[in-house]
């Protein structure tokens, strides 16, 4: 059953919704942008009704200055605060719960890389955000990363269909030659003091358990991919082959069924 109900965040009330399950390990979502609690197409709404009915129960909240929240919206660089009350909430509404793993997606993924240390019991992190700014507010590059690129070419080099599509002419050569000059061009290393970099330091040096996820079409992550090399070597990394950086439709199946996985061990 869902519940909805309020705590308060440094002087301001946030709203939140309880998914509420007999289970002692419960999942806190993090919504990444400016979204809402419900998430892109109500797609964090669905992922609490899924897992709740696994038997785990699922807090969501929005943050100060979002959706029903009071208070000023910082950004996901500022919501630390906002993480830490969401916890001491979702133990005072659900106080069978004594194992909490807290999931997030793009910046707040990021969010809960940086704000470390929470008392997790472990983080599942989707497709990061390495770009400096907001991910409502920064432009991604209009290009993927140099090395997205190249496994795309490749591909395409392998399938007969994409060269007999080559010889009859019917590619979009600007298309091509925009995409080939890009190789080009060496991708400039993250500042010392860029999103990326303090994300890769910070997955090095976390006291809790984290799984990321990624799906490999979408440019946030290969962004990440190309972005945090130490990260990857340090934690397990699962993929899936697909371009929805939200893990829409039966993308969401398959996105429920990894974190349940996970509330298991």
């Known amino acids: 059953m869902r519940h909805q109900l309020n705590f308060a965040c440094e002087g301001a009330t946030l709203a939140a919704s309880l998914d509420d399950a007999a289970g002692g390990t419960g999942l806190l979502i993090v919504s990444g942008?400016?979204?809402?609690?419900?998430?892109?197409?109500?797609?964090?709404?669905?992922?609490?009704?899924?897992?709740?009915?696994?038997?785990?129960?699922?807090?969501?909240?929005?943050?100060?200055?979002?959706?029903?929240?009071?208070?000023?919206?910082?950004?996901?660089?500022?919501?630390?605060?906002?993480?830490?009350?969401?916890?001491?909430?979702?133990?005072?509404?659900?106080?069978?719960?004594?194992?909490?793993?807290?999931?997030?997606?793009?910046?707040?993924?990021?969010?809960?890389?940086?704000?470390?240390?929470?008392?997790?019991?472990?983080?599942?992190?989707?497709?990061?955000?390495?770009?400096?700014?907001d991910a409502e507010d920064a432009e991604a590059p209009a290009l993927p990363p140099a090395s997205a690129i190249r496994a795309r070419y490749l591909a395409r080099l392998k399938d007969p269909k994409s060269l007999l599509r080559l010889i009859r002419g019917e590619v979009d050569f600007r298309k091509l030659f925009r995409g080939l000059s890009a190789l080009k061009t060496p991708a400039a290393p993250p500042a010392p003091d860029g999103l990326a970099s303090r994300i890769d330091n910070a997955v090095a040096i976390l006291a809790c358990p984290v799984i990321i996820l990624l799906a490999t079409g979408d440019r946030t992550a290969q962004a990440f991919v190309e972005n945090c090399p130490a990260a990857l070597n340090c934690v397990p990394v699962e993929r899936l082959a697909s371009a929805s950086h939200s893990f829409a439709g039966d993308d969401g199946e398959w996105l429920a069924a990894r974190i349940v996985d996970i509330l298991g061990r």
Do not use: K
């Not at 609490?48 to 660089?77: C, L, M, Q």
């Not at 990021?110 to 470390?116: K, M, R, T």
């Not at 240390?117 to 400096?132: E, R």
């Open 33 to 133: 942008g400016n979204e809402i609690r419900s998430g892109a197409h109500r797609g964090m709404a669905m992922l609490a009704a899924r897992i709740a009915e696994a038997g785990y129960p699922v807090f969501r909240f929005d943050r100060r200055g979002i959706g029903d929240s009071e208070g000023a919206n910082g950004g996901f660089e500022s919501s630390g605060p906002d993480i830490r009350a969401a916890i001491a909430a979702f133990r005072e509404a659900a106080p069978h719960v004594s194992r909490i793993i807290a999931f997030g997606n793009c910046d707040a993924a990021s969010a809960l890389l940086l704000h470390q240390p929470l008392s997790f019991n472990g983080l599942i992190v989707a497709n990061p955000w390495t770009y400096d700014g």
